[in-house]
Nanobody
Framework: QVQLVESGGGLVQLGGSLRLSCAASGFTFRAYYMTWVRQAPGKALEWVSEITNGGQSTYYADSVKGRFTISRDNAKNTLYLQMNSLKPEDTALYYC?????????????????WGQGTQVTVSS
């Protein structure tokens, strides 16, 4: 069965960095675009970033552009999100998700699989 397992979250200070990973299994990872989304307590789901199946093209929300970098290693079936210059407003539960079609967006209905999430907390 399809599994997406995120890791790498934690507590970091303003301006710090974290690298999230998402280990995928149960499907042909290299055939799918993949997405990172996040959800802060009491707030709506927010689309963060997306990457094409081969990794050649990447897309970012304006709120993270220039600070976050999405990448993937298809040989390892793993998706990454490098997050630099973190801000308190980046605090959220981060999920990797497989979109039903592209582009993805800020609604769970646009995804057919997602992981359990990894918590990122940025303190000021």
């Amino acid at each position: 069965q399809v599994q997406l397992v995120e890791s790498g979250g934690g507590l970091v200070q303003l301006g710090g960095s974290l690298r999230l990973s998402c280990a995928a299994s149960g499907f042909t990872f290299r055939a799918y675009y993949m997405t990172w989304v996040r959800q802060a307590p009491g707030k709506a789901l927010e689309w963060v970033s997306e990457i094409t199946n081969g990794g050649q093209s990447t897309y970012y929300a304006d709120s993270v552009k220039g600070r976050f970098t999405i990448s993937r290693d298809n040989a390892k079936n793993t998706l990454y999100l490098q997050m630099n210059s973190l801000k308190p407003e980046d605090t959220a539960l981060y999920y990797c998700a497989r979109p039903k079609k592209v582009p993805g967006g800020s609604s769970w209905s646009l995804y057919d699989y997602w992981g359990q999430g990894t918590q990122v907390t940025v303190s000021s």
